[in-house]
């Protein structure tokens, strides 16, 4: 035991070398480890840990220097304020971890432990250290009294209650074990740092110092600090696991939402795509529409010419035509039989050449659009007299069922007559080679079963309706669908 205490009595440089290593690694550790945006609160007061590690630490490199090269007075100040300084920082971290564990129980006493309490124990140091005759040692013995001792006991107690506070999130961790190795070895560094002092003439320095501990224990006081030290570094090196789990985390939740981002892209572009699939179709549709709109407006204007061109046609046979009923009707006077009946089939005919010419000219006429009573069975009539030729070459047996003395309703003659005749035409054209066409007229009162929104009539209003039936193959159900569109047609030639 002698040797061994000897042998560290004789390499004191050598341990104080080691414990100062210790604490700056430990510093440097902290400062460089990232904590940026860290949800851990611990994240925003360990710069003081590693403030006290970088400035500790070079304190025991200079108290190595000291044993090396020898003391100094100036030396020997220089390291007094130093270790003071750290122990500053070291009880301003105890004070705040406390803090930040936000326990109902320890609020009176948070309180009581203000930034200014720090400021009040420095000044405190100060003083006692400027009244005494030996500054470096009763400065040392005051600042190890009053800041290291209970700045082991607030961070041993700290890092027990933070574990508590943060344990929802640590325990997955496993860091257990750095925080209790770090509470254990801060309350023993505190203890060893911070009661076992330089000899002094008061008490408890002249029961409790670095002479009486070596000679009880036989090893100085300053290996088992840095034993301290060194389990220290570690556990709070053990501790940083935790903003690493962070920054993986970070990293991966990054990834993950770049992959959603991605993936959201992706179907965006898809959508996009078959948008624009869509929206070519209707294009094309669309341009397919206004091709036929246009061959439906050129066959628009030849039917107006055509129309113009009869008009003018039936005038040019009305006047041979009514001169030859005017020599009909002389013929008529005469005496002979013969030249009578004869005369008489030219008048006959005449008139019907008349009668049709004037058809012609009252359809093609442009009139004002008017609004009165109609006789629905006279406007299909002159429809059919239109229509006679076309169903005669056709072989059409055109079919009438109508009512007398239907109500009338308000129209335009023209246009309902062009409608119907419309219809029938289209009727005529469908039927190949023979054929019925049947038209029925008829008056009934709208039941509610009937009645539409999108009407004018109401349940119980009378109507007239018009059927017209052809024998047909029919529509489609293709073309029934659009049976309505504008310009719709299912003829190949128009």
């Not at 179907?267 to 397919?288: G, M, S």
């Not at 003659?413 to 066409?437: C, H, P, S, W, Y």
């Amino acid at each position: 035991m002698n040797l061994m205490c000897r042998w560290f009595q004789g390499n004191l440089d050598i341990i104080f070398f080691i414990y100062g290593l210790a604490f700056v690694t430990m510093g440097i550790t902290v400062l460089v480890q990232p904590k940026k945006g860290s949800k851990f609160k611990l994240a925003n007061i360990l710069w003081l840990l590693a403030g006290f590690g970088l400035i500790h630490g070079t304190n025991e490199f200079l108290d190595a220097w000291a044993i090396i090269k020898g003391k100094s007075p100036a030396l020997d100040i220089v390291r007094s304020f130093i270790l003071l300084i750290s122990y500053l920082f070291l009880f301003e971290f105890g004070r705040r971890i406390l803090c930040i564990c936000e326990q109902k129980y320890l609020k009176k006493f948070t309180k009581l432990l203000g930034w200014w309490s720090t400021l009040i124990i420095g000044l405190t140091i100060f003083i006692f250290g400027f009244v005494s005759t030996d500054f470096w040692k009763i400065g040392t013995i005051w600042a190890r009294y009053l800041l290291g001792f209970p700045s082991g006991l607030l961070i041993s107690f700290g890092f027990v209650l933070y574990y508590k506070y943060e344990e929802k999130e640590l325990e997955s961790l496993k860091v257990k074990k750095y925080f209790f190795w770090a509470s254990l070895f801060f309350l023993v560094y505190g203890i060893l740092g911070g009661l076992v002092v330089p000899k002094a003439g008061f008490f408890p320095s002249n029961w409790v110092n670095t002479d009486s501990f070596l000679s009880v224990v036989h090893i100085p006081v300053q290996v088992f600090r840095a034993v301290c030290a060194i389990i220290i570094a570690w556990a709070i090196c053990g501790m940083l696991n935790i903003f690493n789990w962070e920054t993986v985390k970070k990293f991966q939740r990054e990834i993950t939402e770049r992959k959603r981002a991605q993936e959201a892209l992706r179907r965006a572009y898809d959508d996009l795509e078959i948008r624009v699939q869509e929206r070519t179709k209707e294009l094309k549709n669309a341009y397919e529409q206004l091709k036929q709109a246009q061959v439906q407006l050129i066959q628009s204007a030849k039917m107006a010419s055509v129309g113009l061109l009869a008009a003018g046609v039936a005038h040019e046979i009305n006047n041979p035509t009514f001169v030859i009923s005017g020599e009909a009707e002389m013929l008529l006077k005469d005496k002979d039989k013969e030249t009578k009946e004869a005369a008489k089939a030219i008048f006959e005919q005449a008139e019907r050449i008349s009668k049709i010419t004037n058809r012609l000219l009252e359809f093609s006429r442009q009139k004002e659009v008017k609004g009165e009573p109609l006789d629905v069975n006279k406007i299909i009539e002159k429809s059919i007299s239109l229509l006679g030729y076309q169903a005669k070459i056709e072989k059409i047996e055109i079919v009438k069922e109508f009512t007398v003395d239907l109500p009338q309703p308000l129209g335009d003659e023209n246009q309902i007559q062009e409608v119907f005749l419309n219809i029938m035409l289209n009727a005529v054209q469908a039927m190949e080679d023979k054929g019925r066409l049947t038209l029925r007229t008829y008056s009934k009162k709208i039941t509610e079963d009937e009645a539409r929104k999108t009407d004018k009539f109401k349940a119980g209003d009378k109507i007239v309706v018009i059927e017209i039936k052809d024998t047909g193959k029919g529509v489609d159900n293709e073309a029934l669908n659009r049976l309505f569109g504008p310009f719709f047609t299912t003829k190949e030639k128009v």
